[in-house]
C-alpha cells in the first residue's frame, strides 16, 4: 500500500470524488502536512462496488446533495438529464470550445449509496459517456 493509500482513511474530507469505474481523489489545501497537496490518487472500485459505497458512506450523511459530473457529446445531454428523474437538481452545463462536447454538473438530493451507484450504473449505457 502506498504512502498516499494509507494516509486515505485518515483524511477528515477529500475534495474531489470523481467516478468512471476508477475513483479518483485529488488531495487540495489542508493535505500539505501529509505531503500530499496536489497529488491524485486513483482507487479502481470497478471490482468492488462495496468499497465505493463505504467511502460515500463515509463522506455523506444520507440523504445528502452529491455532485455527479459528465462529458457526452453534446446530442447526448438530454440522456444524462434523463438519469435524473427528481425536480430537486441543479444542472449546469459547459460546451466545449468546438461545441461537440458537453461538460454537465448536477447537484442532487442523493437518499443512500445506493443511489449514487445506480446512477452511475445507468450512465454507463449512455455511449461515449465520461463519468468523473
Do not use: C
Not at 493535505?31 to 462496488?49: A, F, K, V, W
Not at 447526448?76 to 454538473?105: M, W
Amino acid at each position: 500500500m502506498s504512502d498516499a493509500e494509507s494516509s486515505l482513511s485518515r483524511l477528515p474530507k477529500l475534495k474531489k470524488t470523481e467516478f468512471t469505474g476508477v475513483i479518483e481523489y485529488f488531495f487540495d489545501k489542508g493535505n500539505e502536512d501529509r505531503g500530499l497537496y496536489g497529488q491524485t490518487l486513483s482507487m479502481d472500485y470497478r471490482g468492488d462496488i462495496d468499497k465505493f459505497k463505504e467511502l460515500l458512506d463515509q463522506e455523506h450523511n444520507w440523504p445528502s446533495k452529491y455532485t455527479f459530473k459528465f462529458i457526452v457529446k453534446s446530442d447526448q445531454e438530454d440522456q444524462v438529464e434523463a438519469l435524473f428523474k427528481k425536480s430537486n437538481v441543479n444542472i449546469r452545463k459547459k460546451p466545449s470550445s468546438g461545441r461537440k462536447y458537453t461538460s454537465i454538473t448536477i447537484q442532487a438530493v442523493m437518499a443512500s449509496s445506493d443511489d449514487v451507484v445506480a446512477i452511475y450504473n445507468n450512465a454507463a449505457s449512455i455511449e461515449g459517456i465520461i463519468s468523473l
